[in-house]
């Protein structure tokens, strides 16, 4: 899942790379062409392109007998009725070829999620770094943190024994890559806390986690795995949520891939010879 | 089939043109541009601070002692004079003056309190918020049908109306008595007189496990009792009241508090957002939404929490509900988004009318430094505004509002005055009143510098301070006197124990003495024709009063109403308004309708300086860069010298000259 995951994440930081400096609605604008193009072709390939042809022609039929006989009531109700049938007919057909395009689709969004869900920290701000012990390990009063210089540790650890976790404060102080590191009886776990003005980064609220969890590993692109021998469960830094500026509105970057994907989608299925 | 793949290849084209340029227009999209000249083609600047209570008597003391440089500079280029302020010298009569050049017979501002004669009930004076009036009841829910209403009850037409009228381009920054503000072009961001999102002019929420029987009659916040269960206190926070339930209950959100087994820190964990605070630590705003209709109607607010104590004791204070600027419940700026693109720029901010919590001090839920803490997070959001509005100030008219030595010179008075009933000669705090003045000086060095030759600067104040050394029951001095009866022995309140049937004269308000005239007041005995002569007697007694303890003079002025106001209000105005000593003031119990045991009392309360006196004794302050012209200035001339600095008449029902204009004879 690693693995797959390094690919997957090299392949979308080749396509962000030139827009890293730039409005993150280019990229997002270009993803959404990208997700308009790969759902039309898995629609194409996947449904019954005549049946749903047909299904559409008779909804339009259907249609226009309602305009031609709307002082019928008789044929105007077996009108209704039939576009009713029809439409679950084109739910139908349109069923299968959902199901093939989600798993590429939910890829492509978990990726999205991490490049635009958070941003790094900007100096002179502050978040809560949580560490979460296995069961059975250290006691949490063992656990030091140490900040390196782009970084200050604010507050003492804030311990939540029930919850085997500790938090602190943490302010960054410059930009870069800065360190935080995690000391314990016989283990030493270095953090990267990623710390940013501006430009697209990929990160993570969940840092870093022990290697079984599978959930972990996919919904987290950029979360680093801890030795298999590890007390540690999971390092969680509290990044900020990420809005897109749209005309002075924030929006949200699901918003976005959304409406302009849909728009892509219905652009270009004349060139692409899909039916909708 | 050809030619449907050509349409849609053309198609797909200019659709991909067309979202290019949405997509161009939307990532260049840059912040409003500053603004220059308005639609009215002037070129005219002028910045007007107002520092609400800067007192002329120590503003010259420090003035001469060399620490306030901006102000000596100021005074020497233009003029320094005291400023004459309302009757009664209240912050809401007082700016109202200013807003609309008129006396509170024109705006019909007279008190912080007014009373409804239909009911005797005091209400505050300057806005009314009404629920929708037509409702359907569905189970525990109440849908609206109609929308409610926030009105401003001050009436006049503001001086930025004029302006903006006439294409002048006008920000006008917290001014008081003005929420909800205006509509029209100027752009406003309301001040005193704003609202939390309780509805109050700032209800704070004090957690604790200590006893909490020492907070008794709280007027300021709510104290709630928590407990420290396995380190964890769990804690609900009082948002909006919530019409679209029956009953109206208070709505709510939950939060935990996590603390450390040993460290003096903890973790506030609500709806989704945590915090880590220390000891003596204050957050952020926090935004905080309250669900009010479930999956339709939410209202947002803001809050800061500051954790005052972990251990032995828990103590955590949460600020009032501040209306979140960025997505505003209630009507607090013009246009809508202005408050919003502050706190874009600026971040979220203090929105309720008086920012800093003195209830909070007063009720010792906050300790001295604690408070000047809290006031400082106040000062430094108000700095930032400043250098956001004078940093996008081209031309027209810029007001700014500072509120910060008036409430300090309320709150430490005590601290420098050794005559004062709760003076401390130990406390450390001496100067804090001192340093405020110093601070505005700044502010005012950063106007300064901001500015070039051709902008005309005026500083004010709205009035100045006095000690507040003993309080007045005023109603309890009118039973003993015979012109007001009670039902029963209790002090109450809100008059719910007065015999109306007898009671010829009550106090409501600061200033206001009010006769119980037949037709005007629901039960009143008081016929016209002997409204004089008890108005002259009453008044003859109010001036012998003396204090037995020094024999000062308690109430040094009385006036009718009808000798100082004019204009269609004067109807609704107190029968008299009561003008106290230096020293003297109102007490807290008897604006409310409140008969205490005692007439006067020594103030011990951490409140300790006034103004709520005789007009004459507490002038404010006035400099400009250009001369001050006027003998006398008032509050009423900053109107008609505004429209005149801009070549627009002074308007029907202004009372005042500008001061710049040369004072004839009779002009005022």
Redesign the interface.
């Known amino acids: 899942m690693q693995n797959f995951n390094r690919v997957i994440s090299g392949f979308f930081n080749l396509v962000i790379s030139p827009f890293k400096t730039?409005?993150p609605?280019?990229s997002l604008?270009l993803f959404s062409l990208i997700i308009g193009i790969i759902m039309l072709i898995i629609f194409r390939y996947t449904s019954d392109q005549q049946k749903i042809r047909e299904t559409k022609s008779k909804i339009r039929a259907y249609i226009f007998e309602l305009s031609l006989f709307k002082d019928e009531i008789g044929i105007v109700l077996s009108a209704q009725k039939n576009i009713f049938n029809y439409n679950l007919k084109y739910i139908k057909y349109a069923l299968k070829p959902m199901l093939f395009m989600m798993i590429p689709l939910v890829l492509i969004l978990i990726q999205l999620e991490s490049w635009y869900g958070h941003r790094p920290l900007k100096p002179d701000e502050s978040a809560?770094v949580s560490l979460k012990l296995r069961e059975g390990g250290h006691t949490l009063s063992d656990i030091t943190l140490k900040a390196g210089e782009g970084i200050i540790v604010?507050?003492?650890?804030?311990?939540?024994?029930?919850q085997n976790e500790i938090?602190?404060?943490i302010r960054a102080r410059e930009t870069g890559d800065q360190d935080l590191t995690f000391n314990m009886p016989g283990e030493e776990i270095r953090q990267k806390v990623i710390v940013s003005e501006k430009g697209l980064v990929q990160v993570s609220r969940l840092a870093s986690a022990s290697a079984s969890g599978f959930t972990d590993t996919l919904l987290n692109p950029a979360l680093r795995h801890l030795p298999g021998d590890s007390q540690v469960e999971q390092i969680k830094i509290?990044y900020p949520a990420k809005s897109i500026?749209?005309?002075?509105w924030h929006v949200h970057w699901l918003v976005i891939v959304f409406v302009?994907s849909i728009?892509?989608g219905f652009?270009?299925?004349?060139?692409f010879?899909v039916e909708i | 089939m050809m030619q449907?793949?050509k349409?849609?290849?053309r198609?797909?084209i200019l659709?991909?043109v067309y979202?290019a340029v949405m997509?161009v227009?939307?990532?260049?999209?840059q912040?409003e541009a500053p603004s220059h000249a308005g639609p009215g083609g002037t070129d005219k600047k002028m910045i007007i601070i107002g520092f609400d209570g800067m007192d002329p008597n120590i503003l010259k003391n420090l003035m001469a002692e060399g620490k306030l440089p901006n102000f000596k500079k100021l005074s020497e280029s233009g003029g320094f004079k005291p400023l004459a302020t309302s009757i009664p010298p209240q912050s809401p009569v007082a700016w109202s003056n200013f807003i609309t050049g008129m006396n509170p017979g024109g705006h019909g501002i007279f008190d912080f309190i007014h009373r409804d004669p239909e009911r005797i009930f005091p209400y505050l004076s300057t806005s009314r918020s009404e629920s929708a009036s037509k409702t359907v009841k569905i189970g525990k829910w109440v849908l609206p049908l109609s929308p409610g209403k926030v009105s401003l009850l001050r009436q006049g037409k503001a001086f930025w109306e004029y302006l903006s009228e006439n294409g002048i381009e006008t920000t006008i920054f917290r001014v008081p008595a003005n929420f909800p503000t205006t509509d029209d072009k100027a752009r406003q961001i309301s001040g005193m007189g704003t609202p939390d999102m309780q509805g109050t002019y700032g209800t704070y929420s004090y957690y604790t496990d200590e006893d909490t029987d020492k907070f008794e009659n709280l007027s300021g916040g709510k104290v709630f009792p928590v407990d420290v269960f396995?380190?964890r206190v769990r804690g609900r926070l009082p948002g909006p009241i919530n019409t679209f339930r029956k009953g109206t209950p208070e709505s709510r959100a939950d939060f935990t508090v996590?603390i450390?087994?040993e460290?003096?820190?903890?973790?506030v964990s609500v709806q989704d957002k945590?915090?880590?605070?220390?000891e003596g630590e204050w957050s952020d705003w926090i935004r905080i939404n309250y669900e009010l209709l479930p999956y339709m109607q939410k209202a947002g607010g803001i809050v800061r929490f500051y954790l005052k104590e972990v251990r032995p004791n828990f103590k955590l204070y949460v600020t009032p509900v501040n209306i979140d600027p960025s997505d505003p419940a209630l009507p607090i700026s013009t246009p809508k988004d202005y408050s919003g693109k502050i706190a874009e720029s600026v971040g979220l901010f203090y929105t309720q009318g008086i920012p800093e919590d003195s209830k909070a001090l007063s009720e010792l839920v906050l300790e001295d430094g604690e408070f000047l803490d809290q006031t400082n997070i106040v000062f430094g959001e108000e700095q930032d505004m400043l250098g956001y509005e004078l940093g996008r100030f081209r031309s027209g008219l810029l007001f700014f509002y500072i509120g910060r030595v008036d409430q300090l010179s309320h709150m430490f008075w005590r601290t420098m005055d050794p005559k004062h009933p709760a003076y401390d000669s130990g406390s450390k705090l001496k100067l804090v009143i001192e340093n405020a003045y110093i601070e505005m000086d700044g502010v005012l060095g950063r106007v300064l510098d901001s500015i070039n030759g051709d902008t005309t600067v005026i500083v004010l104040s709205d009035h100045g301070f006095a000690p507040f050394y003993r309080a007045f029951n005023l109603n309890t001095w009118l039973k003993d006197n015979g012109y007001a009866h009670l039902t029963g022995d209790s002090e109450g309140e809100f008059f719910q124990n007065v015999d109306w049937d007898r009671t010829r004269a009550y106090g409501v308000g600061f200033n206001g003495l009010y006769l119980n005239l037949k037709g005007r007041e629901f039960k009143g005995i008081v016929g016209p024709g002997d409204r004089e002569q008890l108005l002259d007697e009453i008044s003859e007694k109010l001036l012998s009063i003396r204090d037995p303890k020094n024999g000062e003079q308690i109430i040094s002025r009385v006036y009718k109403a009808e000798e100082i106001y004019s204009g269609p209000y004067l109807k609704d105005a107190p029968d008299l308004i009561v003008g106290y000593n230096k020293g003297y003031r109102a007490s807290w119990e008897t604006v409310l309708g409140s008969f205490p045991k005692e007439i006067l009392r020594d103030n011990r309360q951490k409140w300790s300086g006034d103004h709520l006196m005789e007009a004459a004794l507490v002038p404010g302050i006035l400099l400009s860069n250009k001369e001050i012209k006027s003998e006398n200035p008032a509050l009423s001339d900053m109107a008609p010298t505004v429209l005149e600095e801009f070549g627009i008449p002074k308007q029907e029902g202004m009372i005042g000259e500008s001061i710049f204009k040369d004072e004839k004879p009779g002009n005022k």
Not at chain 1, 154 to 162: A, K, V, Y
Not at chain 1, 245 to 248: G, R, S, V
Not at chain 2, 263 to 267: C, G, L
Not at chain 2, 274 to 278: A, N, V
């Open positions: 730039m409005d609605i280019w604008a809560i604010e507050t003492p650890p804030l311990r939540i024994p029930d938090d602190w404060r509290n500026e749209i005309y002075k302009l728009v892509f652009a270009l299925k004349g060139l010879r | 449907s793949s349409f849609g290849l198609s797909a659709f991909s979202i997509l227009s939307a990532g260049c999209g912040n396995k380190n996590f450390d087994p460290n003096p820190v903890a973790k945590e915090i880590i605070l220390k």
